[in-house]
């Protein structure tokens, strides 16, 4: 199934969009990982667009949406700014939300915070923002507020050819080829001497401010969403089983199922996620 490109205007910036299925079926937003796109969801869309009506946002700074303007920076808390008008732009009162990794993370808040506009809530590797003990936090005010400092555009690598973006992308995340693919084909743009990488590099910069597990697991207890999180059976170092288990105990209807896979299941082998979703119901 052939995506549609969308272009979603916003107040302060454009987003670019991949949309699947009909438009009449029940909308679900969806909201990639940190340095991914619209793309991420490219090989699981079309399964789920058997019963919903898939729109996949690059958020700022990423894939084919605007930066944000110079003397801004990327904070998570801000993205859901980008969900709220993203489903303004497409006339949605109410819909279904799936986000991957960071896209998790700001869907989680997002539920948290309108819990009246979402129908259910559907997270692939996440259940939440990171966290940090009240003792780092100066550790991190002083890193973050460093690097914002010390920022100074640069140059991003050129490559003379997609394939050789595309092996970095693979070196970098252990990503299959083809998925991989996928990601860098939307994360790239055509400059002098080849092509370079499409997202702001201030996206790699540390940010200043986290919250604490008790803030997050206080507003994981505002979610009132039927909700479902996918993980891969192959751990990621930061969902450990113990900090999932705690935060699942949160959220009065979720459900928690691991999947054979890595980080990206979703793109790498999309059927067994797919399945899940379009199975899941909630508590009904």
Not at 15 to 24: E, R, Y
Not at 66 to 72: C, F, T
Not at 263 to 280: N, S, V
């Amino acid at each position: 199934m052939t995506p549609r490109e969308l272009e979603l205007p916003l107040p302060h910036l454009k987003l670019a969009a991949l949309a699947w299925g009909d438009p009449a079926r029940p909308p679900l937003l969806a909201v990639h990982g940190w340095l991914d796109n619209a793309a991420s969801f490219a090989t699981l869309a079309p399964l789920l667009a058997e019963r919903f009506h898939v729109v996949a946002i690059d958020l700022p700074g990423h894939g084919r949406s605007d930066h944000r303007p110079p003397g801004a920076w990327y904070h998570y808390l801000d993205y859901t700014d980008e969900v709220h008008g993203a489903a303004a732009a497409l006339g949605w009162d109410r819909f279904s939300l799936l986000g991957h990794s960071l896209g998790g993370a700001v869907a989680c808040v997002f539920a948290a915070v309108h819990p009246a506009q979402i129908e259910r809530l559907l997270l692939v590797e996440s259940l939440g923002p990171l966290t940090a003990p009240p003792e780092q936090a100066l550790e991190h005010l002083r890193r973050g507020f460093g690097q914002r400092e010390a920022f100074r555009e640069k140059s991003l690598r050129v490559f003379a050819a997609i394939e050789e973006a595309v092996e970095a992308r693979v070196a970098a995340s252990g990503l299959s080829e083809p998925a991989a693919r996928l990601l860098v084909e939307r994360g790239l743009r055509r400059v002098d001497g080849g092509w370079s990488w499409s997202s702001d590099p201030r996206l790699t910069l540390a940010t200043p401010l986290r919250f604490v597990e008790a803030q997050i697991q206080a507003m994981l207890r505002g979610i009132e969403a039927p909700s479902l999180v996918v993980l891969a059976e192959t751990e990621t170092p930061y969902l450990p089983r113990t900090l999932i288990d705690a935060r699942a105990a949160c959220v009065h209807d979720l459900r928690v199922l691991r999947l054979p896979g890595r980080h990206h299941l979703h793109l790498e082998d999309p059927a067994p996620t797919a399945r899940a979703m379009l199975d899941f119901r909630g508590g009904i």
